[in-house]
T-cell receptor, first 116, second 115 residues
Framework: SQTIHQWPATLVQPVGSPLSLECTVE??????LYWYRQAAGRGLQLLFY??????ISSEVPQNLSASRPQDRQFILSSKKLLLSDSGFYLC???????????????FGPGTRLTVL | AQSVTQLDSHVSVSEGTPVLLRCNYS??????LFWYVQHPNKGLQLLLK??????LVKGINGFEAEFKKSETSFHLTKPSAHMSDAAEYFC?????????????FGTGTKLQVIP
């Protein structure tokens, strides 16, 4: 079976510090990978998605970047955090092949980031 | 283009009474529709999905939803609320059928269950 991991679970960082959040998927190959941010009282905003190693697409301009150094590893980074980067960050994967399960996304447990 | 509207940001029900969470969508293609549940500080869990098969979809924990194309709705229901149902629920629309799926999330409905 497939599992998705995120770490850390919670993080408190000062403004201007760097950020690295990691997401890994097990039990599948060549997944589509996604980073979402959920701000308090708002829905999920898609930040980045990736359909393969080294292939990153950004949905919105922001202070963050993403990388996919391995097939099942997705990293969210920032060089200098802003207060507005606070939120709940969720990683998700979906199968890249077709079929009835082809467009379902599976979510990780999330990382709660607080920027002070 | 696709969009999804969750008509209620908060819903409060008494334990043992029916639950109705409303969702309307728009999509240029035949959409797939999903309901996810999120408990506090947790990831999202899929409750059920519609992918152009039966219009009445049954999910986990006694939830079900009916796809009504004429009304562009996909409301989530449960006959009898349980305390453990208290959570936030997201309606999601997707017009992908494989590969990268463009999905759009609703803004969520927080369900409160009163003992």
């Amino acid at each position: 079976s497939q599992t998705i991991h995120q770490w850390p679970a919670t993080l408190v960082q000062p403004v201007g510090s760097p950020l690295s959040l990691e997401c890994t998927v097990e039990g599948t190959s060549n997944p589509n990978l996604y980073w979402y941010r959920q701000a308090a009282g708002r829905g999920l905003q898609l930040l980045f998605y990736s359909v393969g190693i080294g292939q990153i697409s950004s949905e919105v301009p922001q202070n963050l970047s993403a990388s996919r150094p391995q097939d099942r590893q997705f990293i969210l980074s920032s060089k200098k955090l802003l207060l507005s980067d606070s939120g709940f960050y969720l990683c998700a994967w979906s199968p890249s092949w077709g079929g009835s399960r082809g467009n379902e996304q599976f979510f990780g447990p999330g990382t709660r980031l607080t920027v002070l | 283009a696709q969009s999804v509207t969750q008509l209620d940001s908060h819903v409060s029900v008494s334990e043992g009474t029916p639950v109705l969470l409303r969702c309307n969508y728009s999509s240029s293609y035949s959409p797939s529709l999903f309901w996810y549940v999120q408990h506090p500080n947790k990831g999202l869990q899929l409750l059920l999905k519609y992918t152009s098969a039966a219009t009445l979809v049954k999910g986990i924990n006694g939830f079900e939803a009916e796809f009504k194309k004429s009304e562009t709705s996909f409301h989530l229901t449960k006959p009898s609320a349980h305390m453990s149902d208290a959570a936030e629920y997201f309606c999601v629309v997707s017009d992908g059928s494989g590969g990268y799926q463009k999905v759009t999330f609703g803004t969520g409905t927080k369900l409160q269950v009163i003992p």
